[in-house]
């Protein structure tokens, strides 16, 4: 059973437009969330976080929505830069004994110069 | 320069062989994993540890082996019981919880021969 969904396997975006990668979970007692940043060939890099005490989390280009009715966050890449071009890997965990990352199966984005 | 560090960056391994991927890091973290990804999937976890000389079974531990003899050291053997072991396998590692960031070491793309 996934618990953690990207389903929407890419996205191509114009350079300087926003892109807007999306996630959705099906475990409410999920309270931190993760994307990741994944070149071809090398390893996924932390990108940005937020907790379920938050709905928004900015950091330069990159922010993260939670809602947490919908069970719904996205990543929000403004303005697109060709160099965003990679997979990117939503992530969740919980406050509790044996929680663990659990990961989506990721998107990949292209932006288009 | 604080990191992780995995080598070698391919490995190729025969029908029979056990072969061992190595991943060290320096930044003073306790808990560290194994994941594996293959194609179109996300990262699946076969490995993990919190502590020296202890550690636990992830989704698919079938046919990988660990040790943790040391705080900077996580090696994984992928023995000849698994039978597809063609992948990327990516070592991360976190402060004390498997539930908070993980960073992940640039992966080791393993080849059948």
């Known amino acids: 059973d996934q618990q953690v969904k990207q389903n929407s396997p890419s996205l191509s975006v114009q350079e300087g437009r926003i892109s807007i990668l999306n996630c959705d979970y099906t475990?409410?007692?999920?309270?931190?969330f993760l994307w990741y940043k994944k070149y071809p060939a090398e390893g996924p890099t932390f990108l940005i976080s937020?907790?379920?005490?938050?709905d928004k989390n900015e950091d330069g280009r990159f922010t993260v929505f939670l809602n947490k009715s919908a069970k719904h966050l996205s990543l929000h890449i403004v303005p697109s830069q060709p160099g965003d071009s990679a997979v990117y890997f939503c992530?969740?965990?919980?406050?509790?004994?044996?929680?663990?990352?659990?990961f989506g199966k990721g998107i990949t984005l292209s932006v288009r110069p | 320069d604080g990191g992780i560090t995995q080598s070698p960056k391919y490995l190729f391994r025969k029908e029979g062989q056990n072969v061992t991927l190595s991943c060290e890091q320096n930044?003073?973290?306790?808990?560290m994993y194994w994941y594996r990804q293959d194609p179109g999937q996300g990262l699946r976890l076969i490995y993990y540890?919190?502590?020296?000389?202890?550690?636990q079974k992830g989704d698919i531990a079938e046919g990988y082996s660990v040790s943790r003899e040391k705080k900077e050291s996580f090696p994984l053997t992928v023995t000849s019981a698994q039978k597809n072991p063609t992948a990327f396998y990516l070592c991360?590692?976190?402060?004390?919880?498997?539930?908070?960031?993980?960073?992940f070491g640039p992966g080791t793309r393993l080849l059948v021969l």
């Open positions: 991360a590692s976190s402060k004390t919880s498997p539930k908070e960031t993980q960073y």
């Open positions: 475990n409410s007692m999920f309270d931190y």
């Open positions: 937020i907790s379920s005490i938050k």
């Open positions: 992530a969740a965990s919980f406050t509790g004994a044996n929680s663990k990352l659990t």
């Open positions: 930044l003073n973290h306790d808990a």
């Open positions: 540890s919190q502590i020296v000389n202890d550690f």
